[in-house]
């Protein structure tokens, strides 16, 4: 199985902030990486798909990068609806895996 | 509106069986792949199980094989999820998904039902 590894846990941040978490894959998965925002008692949200690419109606301060091994999601300024955990997720082989989460919280 | 809702949720005993359903609308539900993820209490997201567009592809993670059933009728709009001999490790809130095109990157998530294993 493929195992996905954010860090941080957690972070602290303050409202206009840039933020950036990583994600580790423990085989190379290409691109085939998905990132999710879910806030309490709520379904997760899709944010970004292969890797890069911005799913539709999602804010333009999201951006994601990276290939094979090593991604990040990085939030350029941070605003007080993105308080939330986020998730990153493999496709590129079964079984499907997540990251354990990063919770941002306000500083 | 586009959305997925899930329902069937419950409490069930160690060792019984639950039916899970999602209802799809406002898209063609014979056009997606389908999954469900499930989160337990405090836990992060776990992918559970996923059908192809005409049912003929399903996938499990391991520890759900021979245990849940993942199906779909398409011309009822709904995919489904057979829990059987539950343990309190499947007590969680089950997530219908659906795919973007035929990689299994989640764009649409329904609500989520709780399941509660115990006695």
């Known amino acids: 199985d493929i195992q996905m590894t954010q860090s941080p846990s957690s972070l602290s941040a303050s409202v206009g902030d840039r933020v950036t978490i990583t994600c580790r894959a423990s085989?190379?998965?290409?691109?085939?990486l998905g990132w999710y925002q879910q806030k309490p008692e709520k379904a997760p949200k899709s944010l970004i798909y292969?890797?890069?690419s911005l799913q539709s109606g999602v804010p333009s301060r999201f951006s994601g990068s990276g290939s094979g091994t090593d991604f990040t999601l990085t939030i350029s300024s941070l605003q007080p609806e993105d308080f939330a955990t986020y998730y990153c997720?493999?496709?590129?082989?079964?079984?499907?895996?997540f990251g354990q989460g990063t919770r941002l919280e306000i500083k | 509106e586009v959305q997925l809702v899930e329902s069937g949720g419950g409490l069930v005993q160690p060792g019984g069986s639950l039916r899970l359903s999602c209802a799809a609308s406002?898209?063609?539900?014979?056009?997606?792949?389908m999954s469900w993820v499930r989160q337990g209490p405090g836990k992060g997201l776990e992918w559970v199980a996923n059908?192809?567009?005409?049912?003929?592809?399903?996938n499990y993670v391991d520890s759900v094989k021979g245990r849940f059933a993942i199906s779909r009728d398409n011309a009822k709009n709904s995919m489904y999820l057979q829990t059987n001999s539950l343990s309190a490790e499947d007590t969680a809130v089950y997530y219908c998904?659906?795919?973007?095109?035929?990689?299994?990157?989640?764009?649409?998530w329904g609500q989520g039902t709780l399941v509660t294993v115990s006695s």
């Open positions: 406002g898209f063609t539900f014979s056009s997606y792949w």
């Open positions: 998904a659906r795919y973007k095109g035929n990689d299994a990157y989640v764009d649409l």
């Open positions: 292969a890797a890069s």
């Open positions: 059908i192809k567009q005409d049912g003929s592809v399903k």
């Open positions: 997720q493999q496709y590129n082989s079964y079984p499907i895996t």
């Open positions: 085989q190379g998965i290409s691109n085939e």
